[in-house]
């Protein structure tokens, strides 16, 4: 192939490969399992001699087109896909980490992977401890000599707290610990987390990477040799890709440079409208000079993203108020979808996290995150009017 590594044609060129059939658009290829042309090629194949698919749970045509084609864009060596954002997790924690080892994650997680750490790898013998996602000294305070992974968020949800990747980074490795990031948010359009030292790239291939909410997926990235336990999990527990998944996902990462921009410059144009409402107390989002990892997010990201989260007056009802006034905007917990969605972390997202933790990652409840969309931002902004003023 002989093309630059542009991210804009990366996401359209790399990965594909094409049949004797001389497609343009890559084929969906559904099938469990493949057929040899003799037993001793089948024994090759799964002896390893031979390189080539034997069943979908191990590889797919269609899923390994995505898992370049993603690899190019993160400058990964290696990716896995996985059935979920939260199967990605769960596989990278299994892969590399077993009972009695000890985890670092930022307590701004995501609700569900909450959940995950603090509870069910809990009870697995997998212990971990939750720090500030913004304060390094609380990393190296929290380090133990099992400790095996950090686990991170950035930009956050749904409060878009900003970390040094790269110090967070270099820290895991005097730790003897492995960082993994969450690139959910950005995608690689926007911020590139191994270029900046991190070990491990997870991805919920559900939002930005989809693009139009319409499938569960999920990725995970690094090098080959680190993730190779990673692979033997899911091959063998199961929570991999499907087919017609991977496809969509692979026509979602050909526009999703174009989409982030567009996600980005909405946002900013919503953040910075909202800052000047009298019913908006504070707005989140790493594109407004006001957010306190300003300078950090405009030198580690390409631009802010399309998340932007902000404290309205009157706590629960306000916030209520506000989602129930709105007459286009989605009332779903999604993101990273062409139509803007609304939502109320405290009772939607976050609501099984206990209310003290809550407070202490500063999830109010007048807090409402809008995940912005691709609608003209004089519609975004007519719609929240309409609450805001009411
Ligand atoms: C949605 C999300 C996940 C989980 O992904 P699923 O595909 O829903 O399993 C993980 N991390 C972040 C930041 C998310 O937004």
Not at 85 to 113: E, K, N, P, Y
Not at 222 to 249: C, H, I, Q
Request: hydrophobic share 40%; net charge negative; aromatic share 8%.
């Amino acid at each position: 192939m002989d093309y630059s590594n542009h991210p804009e044609t990366l996401g359209v060129r790399a990965g594909s490969a094409h049949t004797e059939f001389g497609e343009n658009s890559e084929a969906i290829f559904l099938t469990s399992s493949f057929v040899y042309t003799s037993a001793a090629q089948a024994a090759a194949r799964f002896s390893g001699q031979e390189p080539g698919n034997i069943y979908s749970r191990f590889t797919n045509p269609t899923v390994t087109m995505f898992q370049d084609k993603l690899a190019a864009l993160e400058g990964a060596e290696f990716c896995v896909a996985t059935s979920s954002g939260m199967s990605a997790i769960l596989a990278c924690v299994m892969g590399l980490c077993s009972a009695g080892d000890h985890i670092v994650a930022s307590r701004s997680i995501f609700g569900t992977s909450v959940q995950l750490f603090g509870n069910i790898l809990k009870r697995w013998g997998l212990e971990t401890t939750f720090v500030s996602l913004t304060d390094e000294a609380e990393w190296a305070a929290a380090v133990r000599p099992n400790t095996k992974l950090f686990f991170v968020e950035t930009p956050s949800n749904p409060l878009t707290e900003v970390c040094d990747i790269a110090a967070l980074a270099a820290l895991a490795k005097k730790s003897g610990a492995l960082l993994a990031v969450d690139n959910c948010f950005c995608t690689p359009a926007l911020q590139k987390p191994i270029d900046l030292g991190a070990d491990i790239i997870i991805h919920s291939a559900t939002k930005y990477i989809d693009g139009q909410g319409r499938c569960l997926g999920g990725a995970v990235l690094g090098r080959k040799d680190v993730l190779e336990p990673v692979y033997g999990f899911l091959r063998t527990a199961g929570p991999t890709m499907s087919a017609f998944n991977a496809w969509v996902f692979l026509k979602g990462l050909e526009t999703l440079s174009l989409r982030m921009e567009a996600h980005s410059r909405n946002a900013l144009a919503l953040a910075q409208w909202l800052e000047g409402q009298p019913q908006v107390e504070r707005v989140y989002y790493p594109g407004l000079p006001s957010h306190p990892q300003y300078a950090l997010a405009m030198r580690q990201q390409k631009a802010g993203g399309g998340i932007v989260s902000f404290d309205v007056k009157g706590g629960r009802d306000g916030a209520w108020k506000l989602i129930d006034a709105t007459r286009m905007v989605s009332i779903t917990a999604n993101l990273g979808d062409a139509k803007s969605t609304i939502t109320h972390p405290a009772t939607t997202t976050h609501s099984r996290v206990t209310p003290e933790a809550r407070a202490a990652a500063g999830i109010g409840d007048g807090l409402v995150r809008v995940a912005v969309g691709l609608e003209h931002i004089d519609d975004i902004k007519a719609d929240l009017e309409r609450g805001l003023k009411g």
